[in-house]
T-cell receptor, first 113, second 116 residues
Framework: EAQVTQNPRYLITVTGKKLTVTCSQN?????MSWYRQDPGLGLRQIYY???????DKGDVPEGYKVSRKEKRNFPLILESPSPNQTSLYFC????????????FGPGTRLTVT | AQSVSQHNHHVILSEAASLELGCNYS??????LFWYVQYPGQHLQLLLK??????LVKGIKGFEAEFIKSKFSFNLRKPSVQWSDTAEYFC??????????????FGKGTKLSVKP
C-alpha cells in the first residue's frame, strides 16, 4: 500500500531533550516536506526537499533540522525542543515537487513541557 | 513574501445550501494554487489544483474553484453541501518558477460545519 508513515505518532518530551521524528514513503517520491499545524495558524512549512541531498527552508525552519540521505526517508530533528514547538507535525511527499499531488502522513502530535 | 488569506474562519451551513469559501493570495509572479481538505481526525487531502489553462477547475466530491488573476483570488465553491463535507478547508499557493518552487504557503483554514 502506497503511504507516508511517521513515527512516533504521539510524543511528550521535556525542554532541551533532542528528538527525531521519522518520515518514510514507499512511493519513490522525489519531493518531501514537513509542516506544523497550530490552531488558528493553519499549516506552515518547516523544510522541504526536492530530492536526495537537496533540502531548503520553508517558512518556519528555526529550531529544526532535516536531512535527506535516502530518497524514502526525511527525518525531522529537534536538537533542543522548546514549548513553542508543541504542535501537530505532518510529513508529505509527492512524485516531483508541488506540480504533483502531495500525500500526507498521519501526523505526529508533539508536546514539549 | 507570499501570503494567503482565507476570509472566513468558521462557516455554518445547512445541508443543500451553496458554499463559497474565499481565498486571496499575494504574490507578483506565476503561481500554482491548491485547495486541501482535512476531515475530522484525518490528514490533508487534495481537493483540486490550478496550474494553468481553464481558470475554472473541478475537483473531487463536486467541488470547484475559480482562479481570477486580476483579483488574486481562488475561491472554492460547491452548489449543494452535505453533512459529510464538514471539515477544515485550506487554500495554498506556491511560486511556479524560481528558487522557492518547493515552498508551499497555506492559509489559516476555514472550518465548515454542515447541519443535517
Amino acid at each position: 500500500e502506497a503511504q507516508v508513515t511517521q513515527n512516533p505518532r504521539y510524543l511528550i518530551t521535556v525542554t532541551g531533550k533532542k528528538l527525531t521524528v521519522t518520515c518514510s514513503q514507499n512511493m519513490n517520491h522525489e519531493y518531501m516536506s514537513w509542516y506544523r499545524q497550530d490552531p488558528g495558524l493553519g499549516l506552515r512549512q518547516i523544510y522541504y526537499s526536492m530530492n536526495v541531498e537537496v533540502t531548503d527552508k520553508g517558512d518556519v525552519p528555526e529550531g529544526y533540522k532535516v536531512s535527506r540521505k535516502e530518497k524514502r526517508n526525511f527525518p525531522l530533528i529537534l536538537e533542543s525542543p522548546s514549548p513553542n514547538q508543541t504542535s501537530l507535525y505532518f510529513c508529505a511527499s509527492s512524485f516531483a515537487g508541488l506540480a504533483y499531488e502531495q500525500y500526507f502522513g498521519p501526523g505526529t502530535r508533539l508536546t514539549v513541557t | 513574501a507570499q501570503s494567503v488569506s482565507q476570509h472566513n474562519h468558521h462557516v455554518i451551513l445547512s445541508e443543500a445550501a451553496s458554499l463559497e469559501l474565499g481565498c486571496n493570495y499575494s504574490y507578483g509572479g506565476t503561481v500554482n494554487l491548491f485547495w486541501y481538505v482535512q476531515y475530522p481526525g484525518q490528514h490533508l487531502q487534495l481537493l483540486l489544483k490550478y496550474f494553468s489553462g481553464d481558470p475554472l477547475v473541478k475537483g473531487i466530491k463536486g467541488f470547484e474553484a475559480e482562479f481570477i488573476k486580476s483579483k488574486f483570488s481562488f475561491n472554492l465553491r460547491k452548489p449543494s453541501v452535505q453533512w459529510s463535507d464538514t471539515a477544515e478547508y485550506f487554500c495554498a499557493v506556491n511560486a511556479r518558477y524560481g528558487g522557492s518552487q518547493g515552498n508551499l504557503i497555506f492559509g489559516k483554514g476555514t472550518k465548515l460545519s454542515v447541519k443535517p
